[in-house]
Nanobody, 128 residues
Framework: QVSLVESGGGSVQAGGSLTLSCAVS??????????MAWFRQAPDKDREGIAA????????SYKDSVKGRFTISKDNAKNILYLQMNSLKPEDAANYYC???????????????????WGQGTLVTVSS
């Protein structure tokens, strides 16, 4: 059974940093084009994908709103996906979710879609 468990959320002031983690178990990428990603959903807004990484961890893609501030990475040995978030803004406040089992489709955003597995989320609040 596949399990994705996010952690690292919390409260931070604008301009601060947080690192989110997603511990993955029971998941084996089924193809070389598999990818993982981070999504977020703010109250009364649709869920949006913000960062994706390929199965090897060598290629990444970001939504423009987080490019240059957020970094997605993964430790394949530990089966952990990370999201380093710097220069946080109040508009970054949301529930953040990790997703696995996607398919890498192109270099530009959105680079990865059709995810099979989702975590439960971790809450990030940013005060101004």
């Amino acid at each position: 059974q596949v399990s994705l468990v996010e952690s690292g959320g919390g409260s931070v002031q604008a301009g601060g940093s947080l690192t989110l983690s997603c511990a993955v178990s029971g998941y084996t990428p089924s193809r070389t084009t598999s990818c993982m990603a981070w999504f977020r959903q703010a109250p009364d807004k649709d869920r949006e994908g913000i960062a994706a990484i390929d199965v090897l961890g060598s290629t990444t893609s970001y939504k423009d709103s987080v490019k240059g501030r957020f970094t997605i990475s993964k430790d394949n040995a530990k089966n952990i996906l990370y999201l380093q978030m710097n220069s946080l803004k109040p508009e970054d406040a949301a529930n953040y979710y990790c997703a696995a089992g996607g398919m890498w489709i192109r270099a530009s955003w959105p680079a990865c879609n059709q995810f099979e597995h989702w975590g439960q989320g971790t809450l990030v609040t940013v005060s101004s």
